[in-house]
């Protein structure tokens, strides 16, 4: 595995640092195309739907992130293709099955990814209210 962070560890399907002078629509537009070969035409129909924010430590101490995060509904059938060289393979999963792996292999998981499967599962109703800890997930996804 090559990737130079977090290789072999499960991530969202597009993602991308967000470079100055492109809007944060444009760069998901663009990451859409470069980082699974998802066409034009269904990249704008990505819609922002929040951020999600957490801290981590480095050598100089804590270093706060935000993650914006937008949601994309592709055709069924789609499968997306590396056309970067940053993605090793795709897996498709139902959220059922992220919310799960998540849960309960975390260490599966890109760190910051599985703040956004979380977060994204909150705000489809697969976790709730009734999720023991609900208000303290809720509190850390916004650091």
């Known amino acids: 595995l090559s990737k ?54 480095t050598n100089k101490g804590l270093s706060p992130k935000t993650l914006f995060c937008y949601d994309l509904e592709v055709p069924r059938d789609f499968e997306p293709k590396a056309l970067d060289g940053e993605v090793e393979s795709f897996q498709k999963m139902s959220m059922e099955e992220a919310v799960h792996s998540v849960a309960n292999h975390v260490e599966l998981w890109k760190p910051n990814s599985a703040l956004v499967v979380i977060d994204m599962a909150i705000r489809h109703g697969f976790l709730n209210g009734d999720e023991p800890n609900y208000l303290e997930i809720l509190s850390l996804l916004r650091r």
């Open 4 to 57: 130079a962070t977090y290789p072999g560890k499960l991530d969202q399907c597009v993602a991308g640092g967000q470079p100055q002078g492109l809007s944060l629509t444009d760069n998901v537009i663009k990451e859409c195309e470069e980082e699974a070969g998802i066409p034009l035409h269904v990249a704008r129909t990505a819609r922002p739907v929040g951020a999600v924010s957490y801290m981590y430590a």
